[in-house]
């Protein structure tokens, strides 16, 4: 099936919507399609669609804990899974300001936003901003099967880059030189290791485990990162 979006006067919007009936020929469309010069000048844009199921709702009190928030968030809308709630970099036990709210299909997440236009709907007495967070970009089998990469995130600020390598050394079994090398910034980390095989052990050891003063989480970045990434330019925007 193909859609084509069209506006009030009958033109079309320039973009539309194809849907294939398997996976292989959709990545192969999108391979040969994109930056395709369908006339002269004229080339096509083609990336992965996806059906956006997850909201960005700012201006949330930073005391709110995220079963608060979970239940706020399904008594105003309906058809809410989960929300995912980032601490503050300063004081685990507050939230920065924002949440994302998971629901159980794009077209209750699309109803959840129209009602939540600014003005509409005040949380804890607070005026909230909400719009469609950034989709988790998808990653190529081939290349998750050679990243070598952890992400940790929810460490305390005074974590060091020494702990973490010390720490993330025992968790793989490895000697001294299993890691190549530690980058923390604020309250998160990459870890970078020389084989795979050493990142997966850390990862399955040390992910969720109780450290000083936080809870640490050690996942692969494919997706990891794309939500940190988003966090952090919500929160930007948010003014954090």
């Known amino acids: 099936m193909f859609r084509l979006m069209m506006d009030f006067s009958g033109s ?8 294939y009936t398997n996976r292989e020929d959709t990545k192969r469309a999108v391979h040969e399609l994109d930056n395709y010069e369908i006339r002269k000048g004229k ?4 990336c992965l669609s996806v059906d956006n199921c997850r909201l960005f709702v700012g ?4 005391s709110k804990a995220k079963h608060e928030i979970l239940a706020e968030m399904k008594k105003i809308t ?5 929300v995912i709630v980032y601490p503050s970099a300063a004081d685990k036990g507050k939230n920065r300001g924002f949440a994302f709210v998971e629901y159980e299909h794009h077209k209750a997440a699309a109803m959840a936003r129209r009602k939540l236009i600014p003005g509409r709907i005040q949380l804890w007495g607070h005026q909230i901003a909400v719009d469609w967070a950034e989709p988790e970009r998808e990653v190529d089998e081939d290349i998750m099967s050679k990243v070598k990469i952890l992400y940790v995130r929810n460490l305390m600020l005074t974590t060091t880059e020494e702990h973490l390598r010390e720490l993330f050394t025992q968790a793989c079994g490895g000697g001294c030189d299993c890691i190549e090398r530690v980058k923390k910034i604020r309250d998160y980390a990459f870890v970078h290791f020389r084989e795979r095989s050493d990142a997966i052990t850390a990862m399955e050891k040390i992910d969720a485990q109780l450290l000083p003063g936080q ?10 990162a794309a939500a940190a990434a988003a966090a952090a330019a919500a929160a930007m925007a948010n003014g954090q």
């Open 12 to 19: 079309n919007r320039g973009y539309g919507f194809c849907i």
């Open 78 to 82: 309906e058809g809410v899974r989960d």
């Open 43 to 46: 080339t096509l844009g083609v």
């Open 59 to 62: 201006g949330i009190p930073k």
């Open 215 to 224: 809870k640490s989480s050690a996942q692969n970045p494919a997706a990891a």
